[in-house]
């Protein structure tokens, strides 16, 4: 740091010499100025050591998720650019601003930072569960109020969305994404950003985005963390990149790099994804922060010799701020002195994220006011969106001889390691997450089916061992209910970082107590509680019924009671594919062709159909899909077409219906999947009444496809447009 003072003392001099007393208010201070002359006029005034120091993100306080310790710091500089909080109080955090703008020479307010994954206080489900909910509206509220908590605590900046496409269940980071499709994980994107961000990030209870992991890890080898992926350059952009790109359009103020390695070049070091796309191609004029010590990491990586040489690689690829590892303090200056770093880039890369500082407006308001938790957290509209959201994303995967709904049954049996365990509803990545604020299964069962059934309930075994013990109660409150609810599952800690699995096997103890239950011949209901799909053959021989419920947060039991009772009807549909077996992994509904048709190439021991498809979801309505049409069956680039279905709901029940509109090019010069969602739409469709669903098909948008540089073209011939099992070919002439 000796070294980095003296390099500065000659811009300080200046600084000093020019003086603020001659000036009445620098433009940078003026609210009123262009947030560019604001920039630029700060970004002048900053010796080199505050510039490096606003590249560096610290941590204060601790979380609780394993990787992620970070120790209280004592001594963070003032003139830090972030701090990850992990602590709850407002009050820590305006104490650690105040020191920012008060002791630091130019008064910068420091970017608190933090994971905001599935909401704050009030925890909403897991994304992947959010994506089968195939409502992006309701996501965006959710994610508002994700935003009005945080912001309430102080947090500006949160690292979320996790858009990573996801074609292995094994991995736990599947739970964090929008699922298997770049157009899903692209819609809610967009969804979450705008949830987030509002139109104006320097509004009340906005926060900034951070789309991550930038780009491609959710193709991580066998499913395991912090590993290589191969990755084509045809596949990094017509798989990977699109949700990317559909945040940077939205607005995302930044973006977060990646731990893996992509097909030789680490993510934290890719100067092609980083700059030439992210920056040139897309113009994002946020910046980027390195993953959790990804910078340090690019030496395990087999790339960087030294801490010095991982800065190095690192910034010069277009990362412009260090999490946590503080490789960025410790060495640009040195490098800048030996002329491997350059100082157009130092600055450029304050400018990015002090642009993103004014952007939120926090130097006028650097402060939050503290308030007390009633006011901040759990707000009954907020609650309302939980259990909404909890509802429309649960997923009921069979319901034989219409066992469900549960309407008057004499009594009804939770048994289960999932029944009262309502902190697994919490799933991973938790912000202020607490358990004492879940309504978990039996609570939620027990209100709803007050004076109309009676609940009893049983444990009957945990996740995972060998003790039966339990299994004895659990019959016995089988046998003296009418219809039994087994609920079964992985606990949330199971799902997220550095949670891969071999097997996405439910753990055998559990399926033998749904076994034990099973013999008492009773109808069965089992309920499925995972972050991520899991192997459900075993399970569904002996379920009469299967609902997903997922990792669904403070109203999960509320929704499940609500969907068991028929208050709810179920709406959800996979946003991810549900293999047979582990074995199948990766299966995934928009695969490329293969070169032989019938049983060839295909398992010899099992089939090679996934057992619960993308987009499968059954409801308590039965809908029929009228016949699907199109406008024209020929169209020009430049020109519109559009497809129509008229869905029935030929049951006595309202029901939501999600329609998935696919596209399909037979064949083409870079061949491509078997088939792409382009577009869905949900909609109320009442009993016994119909609805017209329309896709608006625009030639390049729809039907095009993307080369290996990332460029958009559409080729002539036949496409078909599909829907359900209906497919209609269209031209582009
Ligand atoms: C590491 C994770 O990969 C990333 O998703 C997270 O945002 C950071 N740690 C910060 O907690």
């Known amino acids: 740091m000796m070294k980095l003072k003296h390099l500065a003392t000659a811009t300080f001099c200046l600084m000093v010499a020019f003086g603020c007393s001659s000036e009445k208010r620098p433009i940078y201070k003026d609210a009123s100025a262009d947030i560019e002359a604001r920039v630029n006029d700060l970004v002048n005034r900053m010796t080199l050591e505050e510039k490096i120091l606003q590249l560096n993100q610290y941590v204060l306080g601790v979380n609780t998720v394993e990787n992620n310790f970070g120790e209280m710091v004592k001594d963070i500089p003032v003139e830090i650019g972030s ?329 009804i049996a939770v048994i289960g390691p999932v029944a009262s365990d309502s902190t697994q509803h919490l799933g991973n990545w938790g912000a202020r997450a607490r358990a004492e604020d879940v309504i978990g299964i039996v609570q939620g069962m027990c209100e709803e089916y007050a004076g109309k059934s009676k609940i009893l309930t049983a444990k009957g075994c945990d996740f995972e061992g060998n003790d039966k013990s339990g299994f004895a109660e659990a019959v016995r409150v089988a046998k003296a209910s009418d219809v039994v609810v087994v609920c079964l599952g992985h606990k949330g800690s199971w799902s997220g970082e550095n949670q891969s699995r071999s097997t996405i096997e439910i753990p055998k103890i559990q399926e033998e107590l749904l076994s034990a239950v099973e013999a008492t011949g009773k109808p069965v209901v089992v309920l499925v509680t995972t972050g991520r799909p899991v192997e459900l053959p075993r399970i569904e021989q002996k379920a009469d019924a299967i609902l997903q419920t997922w990792h669904s947060g403070v109203r999960a039991g509320k929704a499940i009671a609500g969907l068991l009772s028929g208050r709810y009807n179920p709406s959800g549909k996979l946003a991810m594919t549900f293999p047979y077996s582990t074995g199948q992994i990766p299966v995934y509904y928009n695969r490329r062709h293969r070169a032989r048709t019938g049983d060839q190439g295909l398992y010899k021991d099992i089939t090679s159909e996934p057992m619960y498809p993308f987009a499968y979801g059954l409801s308590y309505s039965t809908f029929e899909y009228g016949k699907l049409t199109v406008s024209s069956d020929k169209l020009k680039e430049g020109e519109t077409i559009y497809a129509e279905v008229t869905v029935k709901n030929t049951s006595q029940r309202d029901g939501l219906e999600t329609v998935h509109w696919f596209v399909k090019d037979p064949y083409s010069h870079i061949t491509r999947p078997v088939k792409e969602l382009k577009y869905f739409e949900k909609k109320l469709i009442k009993a016994g009444e119909n609805v017209t669903f329309r896709f608006e098909i625009n030639p390049l948008r729809d039907l095009g496809f993307v080369n290996r540089e990332g460029k958009k073209y559409l080729d002539k011939g036949e496409y078909r447009i599909m829907v359900g099992d209906q497919s209609v070919s269209i031209y582009v002439i």
């Open 83 to 411: 701090l990850i909080y992990f602590n709850d109080h407002a009050e820590v955090r305006n104490a650690m601003q105040k020191k920012a703008m008060e002791e630091s020479r130019l008064g910068i307010p420091i970017l608190f930072g933090h994971d905001v994954i599935h909401g704050y206080r009030t925890t909403y489900p897991i994304p992947l569960a959010l994506a089968c909910s195939w409502n992006p509206e309701l996501v965006r509220q959710a994610s508002e109020v994700a935003a009005q908590e945080a912001y309430d605590c102080g947090v500006n900046w949160t690292f979320s969305p996790m858009v990573d496409v996801s074609r292995d269940p094994r991995w736990g980071r599947v739970m964090e994404c929008f699922g298997e499709d770049p157009y899903t994980n692209a819609v809610f994107c967009k969804a979450v950003v705008k949830g987030y961000q509002g139109d104006d990030m320097s509004e009340k209870n906005r926060i900034a985005a951070c789309l991550k992991h930038y780009v491609g890890y959710g193709a991580s080898e066998a499913g395991r963390d912090y590993v290589p992926t191969e990755i084509s350059d045809q596949t990094l952009w017509d798989t990977y990149l699109p949700p990317f790109e559909a945040g940077v359009k939205a607005g995302a103020a930044t973006l977060m790099s990646a731990f893996h390695t992509i097909s030789g070049i680490p993510a934290s070091a890719n100067h092609y994804i980083l700059t030439e796309v992210l920056k040139e191609k897309w113009q994002h004029d946020g910046f980027v922060v390195s993953d959790w010590g990804a910078v340090e990491q690019l030496r395990y990586q087999g790339m960087a010799e030294d801490e010095k040489e991982a800065t190095m690689l690192a910034f010069n690829a277009g990362i412009e701020m260090d999490m946590a590892d503080r490789m960025y303090q410790k060495y640009l200056a040195e490098l800048l002195e030996e002329g491997k770093v350059d100082m157009k880039l130092v600055d450029e890369s304050v400018r990015r994220i002090l642009r993103v500082k004014f952007r939120l407006g926090l130097f006028e308001h650097p402060y939050v006011e503290e308030k007390p938790e009633s006011e901040m957290y759990l707000l009954p509209k907020s609650l309302e969106i939980a259990e909404k959201a909890a509802a429309e994303s649960m997923v009921l995967l069979k319901n034989e001889n219409s066992v469900l709904p549960l309407e008057n049954v004499g009594t």
